[in-house]
């Protein structure tokens, strides 16, 4: 159980295109989505917060208008990348929690992006 | 402030040796403790939590992690290291007086290399 599962695993795109990121919940309903950004051997950078049916909450210095997330149902939440850029290259890992479970964190496989 | 340090970049162990990997926490509550593991461009697998009782928990993989309060500690041990247990781990802590959902505050990793 807990299974959270991300699309794409990997992605390439030019400069100033847009990509978006799925992150799913496969076998429960996510009270709470995190998105987060990991450069390579460094540790997990929290981006924002997610709640269903409400619009999420960026931790300091990251853009929301950059970084749009959406959490439409209890099974999914977005991150669309806008107009990307080389520097915006990185490993997306997204994560959620359980109503019956809010103190574990499970986490989806990740999205290599790549901003030629 | 909430922080988690992870003082080794990097451990290095024999198979068949015992295996530390060291975490130490500040939360201005009482402390949930997690331990997740990451392989090469994967997301992180959860590999145990405490949040309240004994304070030797037992996770997956036959990892355990002991909580000491007195020291502010939450190392990972595992008796017998295997070389498939070679990976990134990361210490992650939340306070408890937070609301349920709130994102984990992650150390910066460490990575076990287990040598046959």
């Known amino acids: 159980g807990a299974v959270v599962s991300q699309h794409p695993s990997r992605v390439i795109c030019k400069s100033g295109t847009s990509v978006k990121i799925e992150c799913r919940s496969l076998d429960f309903q996510a009270t709470t989505m995190f998105w987060y950004r990991q450069f390579p051997k460094q540790s997990l950078m929290l981006m924002a917060t997610?709640?269903?049916?409400?619009?999420?909450?960026?931790e300091q210095g990251v853009e929301k208008d950059k970084f749009l997330i959406n959490h439409a149902s209890l099974t999914l939440s977005t991150l669309t990348v806008t107009s990307a850029h080389p520097e915006d290259s990185s490993f997306y890992i997204c994560?959620?929690?359980?109503?019956?479970?809010?103190?574990?964190?499970?986490f989806g496989p990740g999205t290599r992006l790549t901003v030629l | 402030a909430q922080s988690v340090a992870q003082p080794e970049d990097q451990v290095n162990v024999a198979e068949g040796n015992p295996l530390t990997v060291k975490c130490t926490y500040s939360?201005?509550?009482?402390?949930?403790l997690f331990w997740y593991v990451q392989y090469p461009n994967r997301g992180l697998q959860f590999l145990l939590k405490y949040i309240t009782g004994d304070n030797l928990v037992k996770g997956s993989y036959g990892f355990e992690a002991e909580f000491n309060k007195s020291q502010t500690s939450f190392h990972l041990k595992k008796p017998s290291a295997l070389v498939s247990d070679s990976a990134l781990y990361f210490c992650?802590?939340?306070?408890?007086?937070?609301?349920?959902?709130?994102?984990?505050?992650f150390g910066k990793g460490t990575t076990l290399s287990v040598s046959s």
């Open positions: 994560s959620a929690t359980a109503p019956a479970n809010t103190d574990t964190q499970y």
């Open positions: 992650a802590v939340r306070d408890s007086s937070k609301r349920a959902g709130t994102a984990l505050i």
């Open positions: 997610s709640n269903e049916g409400s619009k999420a909450t960026y």
């Open positions: 939360v201005s509550g009482n402390p949930y």
